[in-house]
């Protein structure tokens, strides 16, 4: 199975509804390419520029941090008091790690979920706004089983921490992908993640890379957003039909009266 489990990540439980809220264009995209698309982690910077990136505390000089002694392979824990004797290493050490993060968040690759039981308002207004939105509902067990490419493809839960108070996990490279700040704990995502590390020494790395998955198995149903007309949930049954999809389509009561 090319989906593999890290010791380092969090994954939720089998039956975990998932939540992928989009519009017609990029499910249509979907539908016909059999794919999902998994865009670098550098195109997230118009929503938030910090992806990819540990917290700003992982750089505070009061932290003990572990660096490389000069040419010797060996590695000792520097802290504050330590710097002085140290010289400029604790510096140097700093620069290497932001520029190490900087080059790593540009082969990281995700696709993005919305964990939830039931389905959420603020995703459809986030995500879903305009009338021809959708979300595409599956659980963790059978998106992981739904993957047909030979990529190594890993799975997390977001872990969310406070900037002013908290710093990050360091030790591993997946960790500054599943780590965002608290302001986005709304949220609540999952995360397919691939690591395109042949891709690291590329000057131009892909924007976003392809992963071949089998829809049937993977889709449990199809939501049409509340707010969207009546005439499209026609058009997008009759289209998941055509296209050989045997999956619930139904229609969002999120916005029905009380009656």
């Not at 992928?20 to 990029?26: I, L, M, P, V």
């Amino acid at each position: 199975m090319p989906y593999k489990t890290h010791p380092n990540l969090k994954e939720p439980g089998p039956d975990q509804a998932l939540w992928r809220y989009t519009d017609f264009a990029k499910f249509a995209a979907l539908v016909q390419t059999g794919t999902l698309f998994l865009p670098s982690l550098t195109l997230f910077d118009a929503t938030d520029p910090w992806e990819g990136f540990p917290s700003k505390l992982n750089f505070d000089p009061n932290r003990p941090i572990e660096v490389e002694e000069h040419n010797d392979t060996s590695s000792r824990i520097y802290t504050t008091t330590q710097r002085v004797a140290f010289g400029d290493g604790f510096d140097n050490a700093m620069a290497h790690m932001l520029k190490g993060h900087k080059d790593m968040r540009r082969v990281f690759y995700v696709s993005c979920w919305h964990m939830n039981d039931t389905e959420s308002d603020a995703q459809w207004r986030i995500y879903g706004g305009n009338d021809c939105a959708l979300a595409v509902v599956t659980t963790f067990d059978r998106l992981k089983k739904a993957i047909l490419d030979a990529k190594d493809v890993y799975g997390s839960e977001v872990q969310y921490y406070n900037q002013a108070t908290s710093h990050t996990p360091d030790g591993n490279a997946f960790y500054p992908v599943i780590c965002k700040r608290q302001a986005f704990a709304h949220e609540r995502e999952f995360r397919l993640i691939y690591w395109g590390a042949t891709e690291w020494n590329r000057p131009a790395p892909a924007m976003g890379v392809t992963l071949a998955v089998d829809l049937q198995a993977m889709i449990e149903s199809i939501v049409v957003s509340p707010r969207s007309p009546a005439w499209f949930m026609d058009t997008l049954a009759n289209f998941a039909k055509g296209a050989g999809l045997s999956v619930p389509v139904v229609k969002s009561d999120l916005l029905q009266p009380y009656t």
